[in-house]
T-cell receptor
Framework: GAVVSQHPSWVICKSGTSVKIECRSL??????MFWYRQFPKQSLMLMAT?????????EQGVEKDKFLINHASLTLSTLTVTSAHPEDSSFYIC????????????FGPGTRLTVL | GDSVTQMEGPVTLSEEAFLTINCTYT??????LFWYVQYPGEGLQLLLK?????DKGSNKGFEATYRKETTSFHLEKGSVQVSDSAVYFC???????????FGGGTRLMVKP
């Protein structure tokens, strides 16, 4: 199956700093990528949908100035958490949508962000 | 809007027991249905999928049948192993652009 990578797999940062998380589709071109947030023992919460070459579409309640998403190419999307605070600590997961007919998404391994 | 409801966990079973995790959905049209598995500290892995009514998805001994009449996609396995301990998510894709709607997840714990 298709492979999606995320980098870094974990990051610890100080409050007030910005953190960038990369999501790459390694063996296919992804016109659409998705960013999710997952709190402990909870389901995934869709944060935004990014389409290559256009602005991301954010879900209701997600601050677009706080969570900057860039989808510069068909294989790379980045999520930048700006001025991070402890409440931003979470597990962030990206996924990439293929161009097949079954609306399947391929998930990255996730990035655990801890803000001190 | 679309929604997915799955049984709350945790589900605790002994090794070699039979597993059922219920999943029902609400959607317009004809969604594709998925089961994803998440092992501790990892992202989601696709376990199986079904794209039309009466399709049966299967993988690694797990099965689920797309039942349109009951809007269900229950996950089953005849004999679970300790290594199956994980969180299982039922999901559907009915919206444009590959968007998924997830259930709340069910934690499975298998004891030796």
């Amino acid at each position: 199956g298709a492979v999606v990578s995320q980098h870094p797999s974990w990051v610890i940062c100080k409050s007030g700093t910005s953190v960038k998380i990369e999501c790459r589709s390694l063996d296919f071109q992804a016109t659409t990528m998705f960013w999710y947030r997952q709190f402990p023992k909870q389901s995934l919460m869709l944060m935004a949908t990014s389409n290559e070459g256009s602005k991301a579409t954010y879900e209701q309640g997600v601050e677009k100035d706080k969570f900057l998403i860039n989808h510069a190419s068909l294989t790379l999307s980045t999520l930048t958490v700006t001025s991070a605070h402890p409440e931003d600590s979470s597990f962030y997961i990206c996924s990439a949508g293929g161009d097949g007919n079954y609306n399947e998404q391929f998930f990255g391994p996730g990035t655990r962000l801890t803000v001190l | 809007g679309d929604s997915v409801t799955q049984m709350e966990g945790p589900v605790t079973l002994s090794e070699e027991a039979f597993l059922t995790i219920n999943c029902t959905y609400t959607a317009t049209g004809y969604p594709s249905l998925f089961w994803y598995v998440q092992y501790p500290g990892e992202g989601l892995q696709l376990l199986l999928k079904a794209t039309k009514a009466d399709d049966k998805g299967s993988n690694k001994g797990f099965e689920a049948t797309y039942r349109k009449e009951t809007t269900s996609f229950h996950l089953e396995k005849g004999s679970v192993q300790v290594s199956d301990s994980a969180v299982y998510f039922c999901a559907l894709s009915g919206r444009a652009g590959n968007m998924l709607t997830f259930g709340g997840g069910t934690r499975l714990m298998v004891k030796p």
